[in-house]
T-cell receptor
């Protein structure tokens, strides 16, 4: 089986940097994805790490450490529009195209 | 690229009626489509996996006779909630993946359909 753990809520200040962590337990692991979901909207894909290291895409970066079964999403120069839920996710070890989602981290941004 | 649409975006129906939700991949052929349900402030719950031309695979606890899924083409999958009841009120989201998009490890989501059953 596979499970992903992430904090339920994180609060940060506009303009600051915030890191959302995700730890996973799995019988097989192929990579870690991050999705953003605004209230009332659908998830949108942010990033996918198949290899260890940091992937940077604009203000967002994602990191993976396979040896530590750990990854994080880093958001810099926070803007109010970044207030959303963020889900880490991983392909199902059975390779049946399913994705297993964490329970999501709700990011609150204070002005 | 990789745009998925859903219709309708919201629907209100009376208890006992059936509701059909369409999911379309607009600019790619989706070999696999997924249907999720999401309750407020909770994570996405996978309901079923749909492959074109074959029967859907339902997750444990999901009633296949209540949630009918049809994947008639590589760009269209439908979910029909039959004899809907208030407890079926939820946000239903479809997603699609395709090897043609580089990896099936990424899913592209439709905008979701909010179903309210009175």
């Amino acid at each position: 089986g596979q499970s992903l753990e992430q904090p339920s809520e994180v609060t940060a200040v506009e303009g600051a940097i915030v890191q959302i962590n995700c730890t996973y337990q799995t019988s097989g692991f192929y990579g870690l994805s991050w999705y953003q979901q605004h209230d009332g909207g659908a998830p949108t894909f942010l990033s996918y790490n198949a290899l260890d290291g940091l992937e940077e895409t604009g203000r967002f970066s994602s990191f993976l450490s396979r040896s530590d079964s750990y990854g994080y999403l880093l958001l810099q120069e926070l803007q109010m529009k970044d207030s959303a839920s963020y889900f880490c996710a991983a392909p199902n070890p059975n390779r049946d195209d399913k994705i297993i989602f964490g329970k999501g981290t709700r990011l609150h941004i204070l002005p | 690229g990789a745009v998925v649409s859903q219709h309708p975006s919201w629907v209100i129906c009376k208890s006992g009626t059936s509701v059909k939700i369409e999911c379309r991949s607009l600019d790619f052929q989706a070999t696999t489509m997924f249907w999720y349900r999401q309750f407020p402030k909770q994570s996405l719950m996978l309901m079923a996996t749909s492959n074109e031309g074959s029967k859907a695979t339902y997750e444990q606890g999901v009633e296949k006779d209540k949630f009918l899924i049809n994947h008639a083409s590589l760009t269209l999958s439908t979910l029909t909630v039959t004899s809907a009841h208030p407890e079926d009120s939820s946000f239903y989201i479809c997603s699609a993946s395709s090897p043609g998009l580089g990896s099936t490890d990424t899913q592209y989501f439709g905008p979701g359909t909010r179903l309210t059953v009175l």
